[in-house]
Antibody, heavy 115, light 113 residues
Framework: QMQLVQSGSELKKPGASVKVSCKAS????????MNWVRQAPGQGFEWMGW????????TYVQGFTGRFVFSLDTSVNTAYLQISSLKAEDTAVYYC????????WGKGTAVTVSS | DIVMTQSPDSLAVSLGERATINCKSS????????????LAWYQQKPGQPPKLLIY???TRESGVPDRFSGSGSGTDFTLTISSLQADDVAVYYC?????????FGQGTKLEVK
């Protein structure tokens, strides 16, 4: 069964960093791109970009450059999203999702930024 | 960026009746290589991640009930639920998978009347 298992909720202070993990199972990890999608509270979806799971090359959408880093550990079939210098407006649920269109989604990781 | 605009923002339909959700793209999303439109529909229930329902505008994802259908071409697309079930209460999103960034519509909340 194909699935993406994400790490648990995070509560962080402004200025801190967070690293969200997304572990894939049930399929060949390096065949499909991995996307990251943000959903702010009560809002729709923002596609943040994607990482080529074969080469490790990330692509960031405008608005998600600089503080956002996509990475991989192919030895454990896991993708990561790291956000640095957290701001209150980063409070959201972050999803990993396979492929385009996005056919397998993680359950989401809620990141709350509050002092 | 391609802007995706859904209508209506919310919709209430009686059980067993037809529900129709529209999605308009700001430019054509036709992929010339296969002459298919790069439009996907997702369903999101409260507290859950989205679920892919339809892609290439009209191809139903495996396991999706056949009461869900997608249609349209060019810049205007429609998701139709032929006979609304209680389990279909959700927010529905369209997304273009034609070009980066793969933008989403703002969502349509579907409720039972």
């Amino acid at each position: 069964q194909m699935q993406l298992v994400q790490s648990g909720s995070e509560l962080k202070k402004p200025g801190a960093s967070v690293k969200v993990s997304c572990k894939a199972s049930g399929y060949t990890f390096n065949i499909y791109a991995m996307n990251w999608v943000r959903q702010a509270p009560g809002q729709g979806f923002e596609w943040m970009g994607w990482i080529d799971t074969n080469t490790g090359n990330p692509t960031y959408v405008q608005g998600f450059t600089g503080r956002f880093v996509f990475s991989l550990d192919t030895s454990v079939n896991t993708a990561y999203l790291q956000i640095s210098s957290l701001k209150a407006e980063d409070t959201a649920v972050y999803y990993c999702a396979r492929n385009v269109p996005m056919d397998v989604w993680g359950k989401g990781t809620a990141v709350t930024v509050s002092s | 960026d391609i802007v995706m605009t859904q209508s209506p923002d919310s919709l209430a339909v009686s059980l067993g009746e037809r529900a129709t959700i529209n999605c308009k793209s700001s430019q054509t999303i036709l992929y010339s290589s296969n002459n298919k439109n790069c439009l996907a529909w997702y369903q999101q229930k409260p507290g859950q991640p989205p679920k892919l329902l339809i892609y290439w505008a009209s191809t139903r994802e495996s396991g999706v009930p056949d009461r869900f259908s997608g249609s349209g071409s060019g810049t205007d697309f429609t998701l139709t639920i032929s006979s609304l079930q209680a389990d279909d209460v959700a927010v529905y999103y369209c997304q273009q998978h034609y070009s980066s960034p793969h933008t989403f519509g703002q969502g349509t909340k579907l409720e039972v009347k």
